[in-house]
């Protein structure tokens, strides 16, 4: 059975520092893995997707890399903003119909 | 605006009555799944469907019911509610195309749901 982890469960950090957060999962047979973002009283917007034959995907300040064989993945988010605090799940695809997903990082950036 | 519309937002219920959350889309989606969140256990796959009259139990799809009568529409349904299934609710759909599944989800803003 698939499962993903997500350390640290919660980070905070000064205005403009550059992150990594972490995903790992047990599978490495999966299709694609999702980075979401949660804010509170707000569904998850999905911020990168990278296919299991890709290695990175980029937008913006974010960053997203993807190491099957070790079954990891970072979110790398540079100069972090007050606004960029939310909580960020990764998600696993196994099959095409199914996600798991890791319980996510809390991250606070402070002004 | 390309949304996932769920309603209601927040309902509070008494065990065993019926209740139904509605789930509705506007981008001609064909994929559509309900996720349960729970605080230590993350999000949980309940059911999806992967187009109009077809659906399929993720991994917790007991007590839950859904239907997919129209491809819009995609809503939950808890026959006979019970404590366990107070928690927070999402909907979401994302597209069937030839890259599926490396297609975005789109999420609704979520129902939390508790049960007395």
């Known amino acids: 059975k698939q499962e993903v982890t997500q350390i640290p469960a919660a980070l905070s950090v000064p205005e403009g520092e550059n992150l990594v957060l972490n995903c790992s999962f047990t599978?490495?047979?999966?299709?694609?893995l999702q980075w979401f973002r949660q804010d509170p009283g707000k569904g998850l917007t999905s911020l990168l997707l990278?296919?299991?034959?890709?290695r990175e995907q980029t937008s913006g300040r974010l960053n997203a890399s993807l190491d099957k064989s070790s079954g990891r993945s970072t979110l790398y988010i540079a100069a972090s903003q007050p606004g960029d605090s939310a909580t960020y799940l990764c998600?696993?695809?196994?099959?095409?119909?199914?996600?798991?997903f890791g319980e996510g990082t809390q991250l606070t950036v402070n002004p | 605006e390309a949304q996932v519309t769920q309603n209601p937002r927040y309902l509070i219920t008494v065990t065993g009555k019926k209740l139904t959350v509605t789930c509705s889309q506007n981008?001609?989606?064909?994929?559509m799944s309900w996720y349960r969140q729970d605080p230590g256990l993350g999000l949980r796959q309940i059911y999806y469907?992967?187009?109009?009259?077809?659906?399929d139990k993720g991994d917790v799809p007991e007590g839950y019911k859904v239907s997919r009568k129209e491809k819009r529409n995609f809503p939950l349904i808890l026959e006979s509610p019970s404590p366990n299934q107070t928690s927070l609710y999402f909907c979401?759909?994302?597209?069937?195309?030839?890259?599926?599944?490396?297609?975005?989800?789109?999420f609704g803003s979520g129902t939390q749901l508790s049960v007395l």
């Open positions: 469907s992967m187009n109009v009259e077809v659906t």
């Open positions: 979401a759909s994302s597209l069937l195309g030839d890259s599926f599944p490396n297609e975005k989800l789109f």
């Open positions: 599978d490495s047979a999966i299709y694609n």
């Open positions: 990278i296919q299991s034959s890709q």
């Open positions: 998600a696993v695809s196994p099959s095409g119909s199914r996600l798991t």
């Open positions: 981008m001609n989606h064909e994929y």
